[in-house]
């Protein structure tokens, strides 16, 4: 996770200070790209402890086309139970009632969210597509993943950040990704959003049959909120460990990836220092 710190690191040395709509302000760089080789390990990141249970969840719960927060909530912990927040709670309990969703202590409404966008996009199952791409299709150009829909942002509780995804099989049948990412907030969502998609990009290689390369991340307003600077500075005098390897259970469809949970998915010898707290900006 090299690539990361050095991130960070160019952030804090060269961003500008803006203000933005959480009105915590931020230090932004616009345009940064980093690569991940999947080949050598799971990138998660070591010098703070990833949140690796609620970004299996999160993704599991996009993949299967949820727009509810309770839903994400009861695949993270097995319950609905309004004591069991999630990443989407804030979302849900401001944006999302200020849209007019329902909102109570069995289903939060995001409206036409990730989710929605991945499995039907105007009709359109775009990961069903995806695969049916990669499979018989494999040297196309046109493998994407998109959740910029413009006629639907008005009604999503929280436009995409990682708007775009294109994947690209090389001719030794690896399979790599690159995420186009609007907004990128680096102290905090960026080692979820690399995570999410490179287990993404497992998951896709392991249905199709291909072997896993290289995950490229592009952001385009690559931020540290100011509240995160004294966090961040701390993170950076860590000692960076060895990647972890990933452990997925068997599946070669969609449905029985939809069939597997949270627990199945695990990283082996991930070592790392403890967390470090960052407040999530809404």
Known sequence: MKQYHQALEHVLENGEIKSDRTGVGTKSVFGYQMRFDLRQGFPAVTTKKLAWRPMVAELLWFLEGSTDERRLAEIQHGTRDPAKTTIWTANADSQGV????????????????????????????????????????????????????????????????????????????????????????????IPFNIASYSLLTHMLAQITGLKVGDFVHTIGDAHIYL???????????????????LEMPAFTTLDELLATSVGDYKLIGYKHHPTIHMTMAV
């Not at 939060?108 to 009709?123: A, C, F, N, T, V």
């Open 98 to 189: 200020a849209l007019g969703y329902r909102n109570d202590d069995q289903v939060k409404e995001l409206g036409p969210i990730y989710g929605k966008q991945w499995r039907d996009s105007h009709g359109v199952d775009q990961i069903s597509n995806l695969i049916m791409s990669l499979r018989h299709d494999p040297t196309s150009r046109r493998h994407l993943l998109n959740a910029w829909n413009v006629s639907e942002i008005a009604d999503m509780a929280l436009p995409p950040c990682h708007l775009m995804a294109q994947f690209y099989v090389n001719n030794d049948n690896e399979l790599s990704c690159q995420l186009y990412q609007r907004s990128g907030d680096l102290g905090l969502g």
């Open 227 to 245: 509240n995160h600077i004294d966090a961040v500075s701390e993170q950076l005098t860590r000692e960076i460990y060895d990647s972890p390897l």
